[in-house]
């Protein structure tokens, strides 16, 4: 019984190490980190590619900072430290699942086994709050770069499909914002809230925590703001990649096609959206001018994100569960 007991705890203590060496050997082996296009990037022009990681790590940041105040604003009173962990957690996850955004299944385990139980569902609503603010920022950087890029929105018709598609997701984005903003979104949330659906106590929580949201429009407003300025980033991350490759493309061009490309990637096709994102930069980036190389700066950007999301491998082998608030 004793040996049983030895092997156990050994085991408990190991697994996540060698799951850790296993996961790292499968991004290798499966080509989704690219170590032959790092190295040469790193030794042909390391400055743009070191360049290009500090910002993306930057906006990662930014982004931790953005749920960090939805979570707050629900009442919940998180901590800057525990939620970064959580969040870089969630970030290493989001290459390993499908969809660049694959992750945020994975925080969101993490935040309801931290909270209590009358804030687990407040605790989840900031995840899907985060992702909706994040989609509404996208979209509005989309519509900026069309109107900066206007003249080029009009040299193709595929552009002009481009730009016309993130008008109508835009102001289907904003009517829906509207909504829940306004009386009629107080109505819907006071029915909902009364529900007798299955999981009625689980959707009253919810809906309590979206009438946080609606008491803070400031909060809304500051996590669109940044999240703007995580997009912005995402466009000098992309050029700065290309110089790095030594690719001439301008970054008026590469902000067009930017948003669109994002947006792909969040699909949930592939690990961390890799092949699909190469795919329509190579499309995307063509039709704004670039001949070739497309697919080569979504490659040199997914190793950006990998760089990154690595650091929650360490968070995550040295994670205990405490049952306390995140």
Partial sequence: MQNQSVFNRTLKLAWKPLAGIFILYLLVHLKILDLELLAKAIHTRPLWFVLAAIVYFLLALVACFRWFL?????????????????????MFFSILLPGGTGGDFVKGLYVYRENSQGQKMKAL??????????????????????????KLALSSPQLMTNSFFYLACWLIATLMLGVFISPLGFKLLEFFSRTHLPGKKAIATACEALHFYRKKPFILLLSTGLTGLVHVGIIFVFF???????????LKPLSFAAPLITMINGIPLSPG????????????????????????????????????????????????????IV
């Fill in 70 to 90: 939805l979570l707050r604003a629900t009442g919940i009173p998180a901590r800057w430290v525990p939620s970064f962990k959580v969040h870089m957690i969630g």
């Fill in 273 to 324: 959206g890799l092949g699909v994102s190469e795919a329509a930069g190579e499309v995307l980036l063509r039709l704004v001018g670039l001949q070739n190389g497309g697919s080569e700066i979504l490659a040199l950007y997914h190793a950006c994100v990998l760089v990154t999301a690595l650091i929650g491998l360490p968070f995550w082998l040295a994670y205990r569960h405490k049952k306390t």
């Fill in 240 to 250: 700065f990649s290309s110089r790095c490759l030594g690719l001439s493309i301008g």
């Fill in 125 to 150: 609503s900031s995840i899907v709050m985060d992702r909706v603010i994040g989609l509404y920022g996208l979209l509005c950087t989309g519509l900026v770069v069309t109107l900066l890029n206007f």
